[in-house]
């Protein structure tokens, strides 16, 4: 039987003031027993602390604790890990780290304009390279016990598995991003490792991939998409990723698209 909620818990969501992020923090954080913590980060200080007072007039009995950091730079990820672990009660019986900061990148140029390594390598740290370091860092200040849950969930995308001609930095961070959280499931059997694409999502990213999309072919599909009300809601898709955490059935390591359920 699916659980009811997510259990007395340490939720950290990444890129939590806008978007998908800012969607999932008012969902799962309804889910959280009374004596949960909820950690927000982004870069975004103000929208944050909007986002937190929201928050404190929805729910009952959870602590709310917002990180302005840059995950990624290593002072932003120890940060994020030392306002999660200082809140913690240490009777939490279950940790959720959800990975969803990411950026598109520059999605105007074909592959073989980025002569610049510096330039690929800024990408990659921000969207592949904090995410790896960040959920290490995080298991290892929650380590294995009995009696504790251990979640790990990747915001992934269809861009992970296919590619989309001009968005080469973006399909190669969501794929990497995919295969680093399969590696994780295999290596920590105890933690449950989800690779969640949340279909399109209508956020400021996919008004951006309407008019900046190199790709003729590709911008149109996104225009056309648009105008055809193919977009879901953040809440729409969030119902599906809490369903999935509730039910806790997946296979660890497991790619599943909104579509899929």
Known sequence: MPGSDLGKAVCIITGASKGFGRSLALQLGGLLQAGSVLV???????RLLE??????GELAGVEVRCVTADLARREGIEETVRVAREAAPKDIDHLLLINNAGSLGDISRNAVSFTDPSEVDAYLSMNVSSALSLTASVLGAFPRRPGLRRSVVNISSLC???PYRSWVLYCTGKA???MMFRVLAEEEPDV???NYAPGPLDTDMQTQARSLTGDAQVRQSFSDMHS????LSC????????????EDQYQSGAQIDYYDI
């Open 228 to 231: 055809k009300g193919g977009l």
């Open 160 to 162: 992970a598995l296919q």
């Open 176 to 178: 990497a991003r995919h």
């Open 235 to 246: 809440s729409q898709s969030g119902a599906k990723l809490a369903q999935l955490l509730l």
């Open 51 to 56: 986002l937190s007072g929201e928050l404190s």
């Open 192 to 194: 449950r490792v989800l």
């Open 40 to 46: 927000l980060a982004a870069r975004s200080g103000d």
